[in-house]
């Protein structure tokens, strides 16, 4: 499983677990795991469960694709400022993440057909899927 690829739950096994419940937003967040469950053990020990459901894998290609669309904007000296029209082409359907794909990506316009014609245009393999990624700086 990729890091950026979230995970159902985890169940951490703890001497304290007072001392770790104050720490759960943040845990939640940083190691992208929906459920954190803690359990009082002497025995320091952290269970994840690696079962990707079809959602939980969805988020993970549209994590993924933004940390793509982040790094060619970079690539071509954009700014975070700069906007964007972007289209992706995708074998999923992406239009759950619509919104949080444009605002993560800086775009002003997302569209999952292109109809106009981009400056900019790249193919990107994420696992087993193709994707085609198009943008013009606007």
């Given at each position: 499983i990729n890091v950026r690829w979230p995970l159902k739950e985890a169940t951490i096994h703890v001497n304290k677990?007072?001392?770790?419940?104050?720490?759960?937003?943040f845990l939640k967040q940083k190691a992208n795991i929906k459920q954190i469950s803690i359990k009082k053990n002497n025995i320091l020990k952290v269970q994840l469960n690696t079962v990707l459901?079809?959602?939980?894998?969805?988020?993970?290609?549209?994590?993924?694709?933004?940390?793509?669309?982040?790094q060619w904007r970079k690539q071509n000296n954009l700014e975070k400022t700069d906007k964007i029209e972007l289209a992706i082409v995708s074998p999923l359907n992406l239009s759950k993440w619509h919104k949080e794909l444009?605002?993560?990506v800086g775009a002003i316009k997302l569209t999952f057909e292109p109809k106009i014609k981009y400056k900019f245009m790249k193919n990107e393999k994420i696992?087993?899927?193709?994707?085609?990624?198009?943008?013009?700086?606007?």
């Open positions: 677990p007072k001392t770790v419940k104050k720490f759960l937003p459901t079809p959602e939980l894998e969805l988020e993970g290609y549209v994590r993924e694709l933004t940390r793509r669309i982040q444009q605002q993560k696992r087993d899927k193709e994707f085609k990624l198009f943008f013009n700086i606007i």
